[in-house]
């Protein structure tokens, strides 16, 4: 028997935010940055809460969470005991809510009824309807799932990431990208996470670079939300391959951002998966359906992978590693330890092939020099 998870409730569009008003609690807690709170972003969420509630703000968090600062919110949380945790911000905001949401549940000696509230501000990493939660622990990026990391709402307003520069809404649009095509040739793939994924794809290459170009065209913004979102719920069923497998390793040792790994590794994981025939054929239903290729040709997979390039050169994604900034004698001496690190990674369980530590070394190597 298969299940496919449809936990949480999402509302979308402009105004969803309201739906924060219609809520019953006595203790909210607000996980969110210093910069939502200091640029005035936070304030839409703040206006729709209660004002007969207790409402406690934990603004500390920063890129790349890891076990210091879930630890100092946990402690917060089991100060306030809210009822109501809002997540309020990007990926690392909304991984950090749930690390904290869940030591704390595993602290506490009753567990109390309460809402899990996450409300994206970039459309990137799809967290807030997964059951993925990624940390980070001596220098590595440790992916945690379990499906009590999953929130019980989410709320989708594309007008919340309006003020996203392009580079960040660049490198978390290939996030989603990544996210969905990993998805669609997942050994765990099924015809429900496929169609979330095939959509999300086309929506990011329709959407992206509207998005990049001119932050405030909120059409373009709010469709590249739902395709976070769409890909978000179809990897949480899914799961992911090794294109993230290596995007966390060198997250975690050389501070590359998560989207940006993941967009120079995607051509080169695109042509190793290409060897598995299923994948091959995946790729090829992809590049159709995109209108960039006849229905089941030979050569399709080739021209997903071109599109994929020619789509992070448009957005201004740097080529390879050493393009994006990583010194040769950094990547080089963290090789060996990176590729362990990849190898050891629960993404990769589910990739369409199962690599060697000397296949995920070649994969480094050609992203990092640009295949030169």
Request: glycine letters at 8%; a negative charge; charged letters at 20%.
């Amino acid at each position: 028997m298969k299940k496919f998870q449809i936990k949480p409730a999402v509302y979308f569009g402009a105004g969803s935010i309201q739906v924060l008003g219609e809520l019953a609690y006595k203790s909210a807690l607000v996980i969110t940055d210093p910069f939502m709170v200091k640029s005035g972003n936070i304030k839409p969420v703040m206006e729709q809460l209660r004002t007969d509630a207790q409402v406690t703000v934990f603004d500390h968090i920063y890129p790349d969470p890891d076990t210091a600062l879930i630890a100092e919110g946990t402690e917060v949380f089991i100060k306030t005991n809210p009822d109501l945790i809002i997540a309020c911000g990007g990926g690392s905001t909304i991984d950090a809510a749930k690390s904290i949401l869940y030591c704390s549940e595993k602290i506490a000696e009753k567990e109390k009824k309460r809402v899990f509230v996450a409300i994206p501000t970039t459309s990137g990493t799809g967290s807030e309807v997964t059951n993925f939660s990624v940390i980070t622990m001596d220098q590595r990026k440790i992916p945690v799932i379990d499906d009590a990391l999953l929130p019980d709402i989410a709320v989708l307003d594309g007008g919340l990431t309006k003020t996203v520069p392009p580079a960040i809404t660049a490198d978390t649009g290939m996030d989603v990208l990544t996210h969905a095509l990993e998805a669609y040739v997942s050994t765990d793939a099924s015809n429900f996470s496929d169609a979330l994924a095939e959509k999300a794809v086309e929506l990011v290459f329709e959407y992206l670079p509207a998005a990049v170009k001119r932050g405030d065209d909120l059409e373009a913004r709010g469709f590249l939300h739902d395709a976070s979102c769409m890909a978000g719920m179809a990897f949480t069923n899914a799961s992911l391959g090794i294109n993230h497998s290596l995007a966390h390793a060198i997250g975690g040792v050389l501070h590359v951002p998560h989207g940006r790994a993941n967009a120079i590794l995607l051509p080169w994981i695109l042509g190793y998966n290409a060897a598995d025939q299923r994948a091959r054929e995946r790729y090829g239903t992809l590049a159709w359906r995109l209108g960039l290729s006849l229905k089941n040709a030979e050569n399709g997979a080739e021209v997903l992978q071109t599109a994929v390039r020619m789509l992070s050169e448009a957005i201004k994604i740097p080529a390879s590693f050493r393009e994006a900034g990583v010194k040769e004698t950094d990547f080089y001496d963290n090789l060996d330890r990176m590729a362990t690190t990849a190898l050891g990674d629960n993404c990769t369980k589910t990739n369409p092939l199962q690599p060697l530590s000397e296949d995920l070394k070649n994969l480094y190597i050609r992203s990092y020099t640009g295949g030169k």
